[in-house]
């Protein structure tokens, strides 16, 4: 219990506010040469293309009176016209042998629970009291969290966690998780017009619920998936993990010719609830909340004229080597044994250190030679001429149109558009997403999409930036290019209702909140309020 100051005692010292780190800091030299690694790799590929059209377009220009002289020139030197030959066939047959396959990104679908299911604040903590497992003080944390979330009155809980008393059990979990994976399915499905036999590839991510038979199984059985699909059940791997699937489902369909990849995300409420005391565990509470998003994606070349995107790049950011990082979110039992998930108070700088990697690597790959060449200059002149000069922050807005950056929530965002000097603009669709449909875990990204989608802001050749992170700790990154423009009046998606309700007003919280992170006895952050007027600030990268 927390115990009152006395009334003389002089007032606690003001904690440092916790936030990501400052991008200006420096980078480390060994991701900026892994990005230049990787656009090194593929530059066969970049110089095979233009070789090819120029030998094209010579081509184009050749006379029948040409050929007939080139062939009375060749007639008498068989040698030379086998040779010509062969060396032809041979770099035809390396270059359409080792370039990567295109994948594509045909449509997709995230679920929208029933009108039942919503959740207002008034609702969350009604059943929050009614349950009897929270304190007093407890109750008014959760509160307090919620009123600074930036989550709205409309987001969606399962029913197993709004009855009275709530029903936690494996029979309700799978109810969850058949509701959102078959809504999202159902719609994708027919959207596309896509069979389910003709599925090759399944790919399934779910953090914190997986049962036997596994969630992948699930969809087999359901929708009667022929018998060699080629099916993932990704487990434990946090909100990042549906970029990850995504970059798994790219890999296979690499050495899957004529194949569709079915990707699922999503998140289970029903079993990971939690009704301890921690106030570490107690945050997910108050920011998680259904949802899940379907992707059909295909390596046929036949399906350009009809996909939404193509895939460019995926980049993949782990620091699990390192003990802070990998411990910093984790689940566990508290002191009298009920789970929950932990987060530690070295949260932030970790999300920060892991999103720095992840944009150093990603930068060669996308910017524009005019900021690779501000970059390098000022990185040389830190790092060999030893000046005192602070590196150049690439504008990243000049590589992107959109930008879709997991909605964990607020604060998070928040850090992110000052480091990354983003706009309200280019901030409101995961602002927006979170405000609405609260943090849905790995799934957050496509509601993002489907919200810039909604308000027509999708123009054939945008290129679009996907981003997340989670515990491992990990942060991953797409990116994708439009094949065309994407019409709303046309698109089915959760915002199609309502899209002219939004944005809505969201004060950042840096504007009206204060307060700090501290350390509680098991080495894990958790918010309180140390005096009255002080509140709580909730940041969580999850």
């Excluded at 966690?161 to 799978?174: G, I, K, W």
């Excluded at 609830?273 to 899940?292: K, Q, T």
């Excluded at 019409?487 to 004060?507: G, L, Q, R, T």
């Amino acid at each position: 219990m927390e115990t009152s100051a006395p009334p003389n005692a002089p007032a606690p010292p003001a904690q440092p506010r916790r936030r990501l780190p400052d991008f200006q800091q420096s980078v480390r030299l060994k991701y900026v040469k892994l990005g230049y690694h990787y656009l090194i790799s593929h530059g066969m590929y970049l110089l095979l293309s233009p070789l090819m059209a120029l030998v094209a377009v010579q081509l184009s220009t050749v006379s029948p009176h040409d050929l007939a002289d080139l062939w009375e020139q060749l007639r008498f030197n068989l040698l030379s016209v086998v040779a010509c030959s062969t060396l032809l066939v041979f770099l035809s047959t390396v270059y359409f042998l080792t370039r990567p396959r295109p994948v594509y990104l045909l449509d997709f679908a995230c679920y929208k629970p029933e009108s039942e299911r919503k959740c207002t604040r008034e609702t969350f903590m009604h059943c929050s009291k009614l349950t009897g497992s929270f304190t007093d003080e407890n109750l008014e944390f959760q509160r307090k969290i919620l009123e600074r979330s930036g989550l709205g009155e409309d987001t969606y809980l399962p029913p197993a966690v709004l009855r009275v008393p709530p029903n936690p059990c494996m029979d309700e979990a799978r109810k969850e998780a058949r509701a959102v994976m078959f809504g999202a399915i159902d719609q994708l499905l027919e959207k596309t017009g896509v069979r389910p036999k003709d599925i090759g590839v399944l790919v399934v991510n779910c953090s914190l619920f997986n049962p036997t038979p596994s969630l992948s199984a699930m969809v087999v059985n359901h929708y009667k998936l022929r018998g060699n699909i080629v099916s993932y059940n990704l487990g434990g791997m946090g909100c990042s993990a549906g970029l990850l699937s995504i970059d798994l489902a790219k890999d296979l369909l690499q050495v899957h010719p004529n194949s569709y990849a079915l990707v699922i995300s999503m998140e289970n409420i029903t079993l990971n609830w939690y009704f301890g005391n921690n106030r570490s565990m107690l945050v997910s509470n108050c920011l998680f909340r259904m949802g899940g998003a379907a992707i059909l994606l295909s390596n046929r070349r036949s399906d350009r004229r009809r996909s939404k995107y193509e895939l460019v790049h995926t980049v993949r950011t782990h620091k699990g080597a390192n003990d802070k990082c990998f411990g910093c979110v984790t689940q566990e039992e508290d002191e009298i044994g009920k789970i929950g998930v932990s987060l530690s108070k070295d949260l932030m700088a970790v999300a920060g250190d892991a999103l720095k990697t992840n944009i150093t690597t990603l930068g060669p790959l996308v910017l524009p030679l005019s900021e690779q060449l501000l970059f390098m200059g000022t990185l040389i002149a830190k790092k060999v001429l030893k000046m005192k000069i602070k590196p150049y922050i690439p504008d990243f807005k000049l590589a992107f149109e959109h930008f879709c950056i997991h909605a964990g929530g607020r604060a998070v965002l928040d850090e992110l558009e000052k480091n990354l000097e983003l706009t309200d603009w280019h901030m409101e669709p995961s602002r927006m997403t979170l405000y609405r449909f609260g943090n849905t875990s790995s799934s957050s990204l496509w509601y993002e999409l489907a919200y810039t989608e909604a308000k027509g802001r999708i123009r054939k050749r945008d290129r679009i930036w996907q981003i997340a992170f989670g515990s491992g700790f990990k942060c991953n990154s797409a990116v994708w290019k439009a094949l065309r423009t994407v019409n709303p009046a046309k698109e089915k998606s959760p915002w199609m209702d309502e899209i002219d309700n939004f944005p809505v007003d969201v004060p950042k919280i840096s504007k009206c909140c204060a307060g700090a992170l501290e350390r509680s006895q098991h080495k894990t952050a958790f918010f309180h309020f140390p005096v009255a007027g002080r509140h709580a600030e909730a940041y969580n990268v999850l």
